[in-house]
């Protein structure tokens, strides 16, 4: 659900940008509350909860000036690739290579950025770019 609001102190992308715009506030749901309610519920009863539950969470939040719930019937992952490898190879010539969140063992963010940095990997193996430890990058 995209929550339009009023801004509370708070600092919003929008208006750390000086685009003009009424913040907004994008929430979502778990992989398995969408699994269970996608074909049973309203995107607006759905929203509704939402609502509800981001009420809960954080009370002095205002109340929104327009609530535009929408459903992501594949957005998330709720049973992952077997084995959790981060990535596949689909192809060697050419070469086409899966991998992401839906490849780990759980799907979040830590987990999307695990799988990156295992897609990068594979792809820097793949080509011979040796691996520089993020530690050892030096920007200037």
């Not at 708070?10 to 996608?38: E, F, M, Q």
């Not at 809960?56 to 459903?71: A, M, N, R, S």
């Not at 190879?89 to 759980?106: Q, V, W």
């Amino acid at each position: 659900a995209v929550v339009s609001t009023q801004s509370t102190g708070t600092v919003w992308d929008n208006v750390k940008r000086s685009h003009g715009l009424d913040p907004t506030l994008l929430i979502h749901c778990s992989a398995l509350y969408a699994v269970k309610n996608t074909d049973v519920k309203t995107k607006e009863e759905v929203g509704q909860e939402m609502l509800v539950r981001l009420k809960e969470l954080f009370p002095e939040l205002p109340v929104p000036k327009k609530v535009i719930p929408h459903f992501w019937r594949y957005g998330q992952v709720y049973k992952p690739y077997p084995g959790s490898p981060g990535v596949v190879t689909i192809n060697e010539r050419p070469l086409i290579l899966a991998g992401g969140d839906s490849f780990m063992e759980t799907s979040n963010l830590s987990m999307c950025a695990k799988a990156a940095e295992i897609l990068g990997d594979s792809l820097k193996d793949r080509f011979n770019i040796p691996k520089i430890p993020l530690r050892e990058v030096h920007l200037k």
